[in-house]
T-cell receptor
């Protein structure tokens, strides 16, 4: 089946430093799945951070970027300069092929806890 | 603002007892989902629904039932709770078509089965 592996947490980063969270995937149900980063801030539910549906393209949101690399089956999340408000759990995910088309039946990584310290 | 509300936030249950986790969404989405997350695992899909009156099995449905009595409400039911069902449970709603993979999650229910 499909699987997602991401940087094991917890990760601690100093404010204004750079952050990279690695994500690699294995997709057996679909050759080029849609890829996502979700984020869960303390006390809140997961929310979509960014998505990329075309191999080779880059997505960006809130200063974060991720590039869909089909050769290395990777979708690493990066930010050049983090802030304390970026402290959260980050989840990489992929969409699956379904007979009915796109759906919310996603395959998630285990999440990476990131703490930004001042 | 889209909203998904789960209740209770925390629950302690005894082995063999019945547990009902509730979820309400005000997004008017047809699709709703129940996931659980355990240490060392990503979120795993338990049950989902494409609309009122429908429920479908996800990847790990054993030991769980689901109920979708209305567009807004989706419940997860543990008829005979076991310690292995201790976990954090997330409910989500989602649209259709191109936006189907954009999910809106509740803040989770932490369930402990003793």
């Amino acid at each position: 089946g499909d699987s997602v592996t991401q940087t094991e947490g917890p990760v601690t980063v100093s404010e204004s430093e750079s952050l990279i969270i690695n994500c690699t995937y294995s997709a057996t149900s679909i050759a080029y799945p849609n890829l996502f980063w979700y984020v869960r801030y303390p006390g809140e539910g997961l929310q979509l951070l960014l998505k990329v549906i075309t191999a080779g393209q880059k997505g960006s949101s809130r200063g974060f970027e991720a590039t869909y690399n089909k050769e290395t089956t990777s979708f690493h999340l990066q930010k050049a300069s983090v802030q304390e408000s970026d402290s959260a759990v980050y989840y990489c995910a992929l969409g699956r092929r379904n007979t009915g088309g796109l759906s919310g039946k996603l395959t998630f990584g285990e999440g990476t806890q990131v703490t930004v310290i001042s | 603002e889209a909203a998904v509300t789960q209740s209770p936030r925390n629950k302690v249950a005894v082995t063999g007892g019945k547990v009902t986790l509730s979820c309400n969404q005000t997004n008017n989405h047809n699709n709703m989902y129940w996931y659980r997350q355990d240490t060392g695992h990503g979120l795993r899909l338990i049950h989902y629904s494409y609309g009122a009156g429908s429920t479908e099995k996800g990847d790990i449905p054993d030991g769980y039932k689901a109920s979708r009595p209305s567009q807004e409400n989706f419940s997860l039911i543990l008829e005979l709770a076991t310690p292995s069902q201790t976990s954090v449970y997330f409910c989500a709603s989602g649209g259709q078509g191109a936006s189907a993979e954009t999910l809106y999650f509740g803040s989770g229910t932490r369930l402990t089965v003793l």
